[in-house]
């Protein structure tokens, strides 16, 4: 059996700790566009999907409501930069992309963020110079729990769907990876509990994300054999 040769990785609640930095920017930017405000606990039930899913879903905003919807995009995009000053990286995780980027396993970030936000926030967190790809939500026509970013993501790297390892802390993502068919690992370090991740069936769960170090590990040497 050959090693794994590339990671994907998901942002928010994996890589890191962002989720009341993206509550506070979507609260301006729904105020910006509807008179409907979600709570915090509707926003974060949603969280990995596209800010523009959450709109249409959680107000009386239409889809078809285009104008209204492009406003909304750009006053998150506006806010993003300014909220996520406050984020901080998850334990281990920087030193996880640097040791697997060290091995020489190309890394891919997937994210539901605008490439614009998750460019700044990936530098600002110093991960810009292990990350080398990216597939963001200007990237795909589906988004998570769709597989497309997915396998866009294994395509970026080079390689095969089976040659890569996915992790995420939301329901959307292992979905997402299991059906992509890549090495799905789940991680509950985000706001979903436990049993929401191993309902959709991960290959693996992790208590941490730097235990990602020691599954590639173990695929280096199948490499080697």
Known sequence: MSGYQA??????????????CIC?????????VSRVIPSKEQIMGMFGLPVEVML????????????????FIEEYKRQYPIHMEHARLIDGALETMQYI??????????????RKNAAHILKQMGLDRY???????????CFKPDPEPI??????????????????ES????????TAGVYTVAVPSGNWSLDSLMEQSPDC????????CSIFDHSEKRRRI
């Open 7 to 20: 990671l994907l990785t998901d942002l928010d609640g994996t890589l890191i700790h962002s989720q009341d």
């Open 24 to 32: 506070d920017a979507l609260f301006a930017a729904f105020q910006k």
């Open 56 to 71: 249409t879903t959680l107000t009386d905003i239409s889809q078809d409501n285009k104008e209204t919807i492009t406003q």
């Open 101 to 114: 980027e060290s091995l020489g396993c190309p890394i891919c970030l997937i994210t539901s963020e605008r």
């Open 131 to 141: 990350i080398r790809y990216m597939v963001s939500r200007d990237d795909v026509t």
């Open 151 to 168: 396998l866009k993501g294994a395509a970026a790297c080079g390689m095969n769907p089976e040659d890569c390892v996915y992790i995420g």
């Open 171 to 178: 329901p959307f993502d292992i979905k997402a990876g299991v």
């Open 205 to 212: 769960v992790v208590n941490e994300i730097k235990e990602l």
